[in-house]
T-cell receptor, first 111, second 109 residues
Framework: DAGVIQSPRHEVTEMGQEVTLRCKPI?????LFWYRQTMMRGLELLIY????????DSGMPEDRFSAKMPNASFSTLKIQPSEPRDSAVYFC?????????FGQGTRLTVV | SQQGEEDPQALSIQEGENATMNCSYK?????LQWYRQNSGRGLVHLIL?????REKHSGRLRVTLDTSKKSSSLLITASRAADTASYFC?????????FGAGTTVTVRA
């Protein structure tokens, strides 16, 4: 397996634009996590899916953020409209009830 | 919100020395995990200790868990330059993984 695959690796966008981050988890894993990492706030859990169902989205900053998992092999995190304070590295991770495997992250810069 | 808090925030040691970092958490857990992150990369799982375990070893890593104090420690023995990274503890509560702020370890050659 190629591991957790995230795309794009880097994204630069203008304030107000819609941004969509994508994640392909490891086949067979039943949990998927979206995290955001910044120097100021560290690694924050945004949302957690189990068997494609959102279980806990209490970490989603506000209504501008939304996440979907239409099937076991794909998830998206959308920010609309984007703001400069959304600039961060966004990680997707998947697990099968124990250790989590992380993707390489998407570095988002909103200018 | 972050569940775990690592201590110290940063640690600088000489190659060959041991590195110890601590993690405190707030709620009940199924297990506690430690991860490493090299600069600009994703996190990599190091070791998992279950809530009914007190100590676990993996190579040069030793993890302890004290559920009564809600704390854990990670010891890296005989450190190498390649151990330079940030180390995070993560608490597993019903499969929800929450991470602490991390300890940045620098190993000087």
């Amino acid at each position: 397996d190629a591991g957790v695959i995230q795309s794009p690796r880097h994204e630069v966008t203008e304030m107000g634009q819609e941004v969509t981050l994508r994640c392909k988890p490891i086949s067979g894993h039943n949990s998927l996590f979206w995290y955001r990492q910044t120097m100021m706030r560290g690694l924050e859990l945004l949302i957690y899916f189990n068997n494609n169902v959102p279980i806990d989205d209490s970490g989603m900053p506000e209504d501008r953020f939304s996440a979907k998992m239409p099937n076991a092999s794909f998830s998206t995190l959308k920010i609309q409209p984007s703001e400069p304070r959304d600039s961060a590295v966004y990680f997707c991770a998947s697990s099968l009830n124990t250790e989590a495997f992380f993707g390489q992250g998407t570095r988002l810069t909103v200018v | 919100s972050q569940q775990g808090e690592e201590d110290p925030q940063a640690l600088s040691i000489q190659e060959g020395e041991n590195a110890t970092m601590n993690c405190s958490y707030k709620t009940s857990i199924n297990n506690l995990q430690w991860y490493r992150q090299n600069s600009g990369r994703g996190l990599v799982h190091l070791i998992l200790i279950r809530s009914n375990e007190r100590e676990k070893h993996s190579g040069r890593l030793r993890v302890t868990l004290d559920t009564s104090k809600k704390s854990s420690s990670l010891l890296i023995t005989a450190s190498r330059a390649a151990d330079t990274a940030s180390y995070f503890c993560a608490t597993d509560n019903d499969y929800k993984l929450s991470f602490g702020a991390g300890t940045t370890v620098t190993v000087r050659a």
